[in-house]
């Protein structure tokens, strides 16, 4: 079992940064591939980022590509989500997630562990 805690949300301006954490304990990260995914009030879970688990290859919704980068340290059993240029849009609850392997990783389906959410708020 793994569980997950986000830390470093909170309201900015538009065009401003967050950094978000992802904590996870009970087991190590390392052979997991980690992500982030986001709901917006009324709407479905929304993948943002991947970061795999060996290769430390990345993915990103087309909506945050080239503002947001995904990372990890395996050392501290944390990954990390920094969010630069933020706007309105971007609000939302964000979740991170962890899974030793996945099919679709843009399906919210295909993760086994979340966290609880951290609140994002962007205003503008």
């Known amino acids: 079992q793994v569980q997950l805690v986000e830390s470093g949300g909170g309201l900015v301006q538009a065009g401003g940064s967050l950094r978000l954490s992802c904590q996870a304990s009970g087991r190590t990260i390392n052979g997991l591939a980690m992500g982030w995914f986001r709901q917006a009030p009324g709407k479905e879970h929304e993948f943002v980022a991947t970061?795999?688990?060996?290769?430390?290859?990345?993915y990103y919704a087309d909506s945050v590509k080239g503002r947001f980068t995904i990372s990890r340290d395996n050392a501290k059993n944390t990954q990390y989500l920094q969010m630069n240029n933020l706007t309105p849009e971007d609000t939302a609850i964000y979740y991170c997630t962890a899974a030793p392997f996945y099919g679709d990783f843009r399906k919210p389906g295909e993760w086994d562990y979340w966290g609880q959410g951290t609140q994002v708020t962007v205003s503008s």
């Open positions: 970061i795999s688990s060996k290769r430390l290859e990345t």
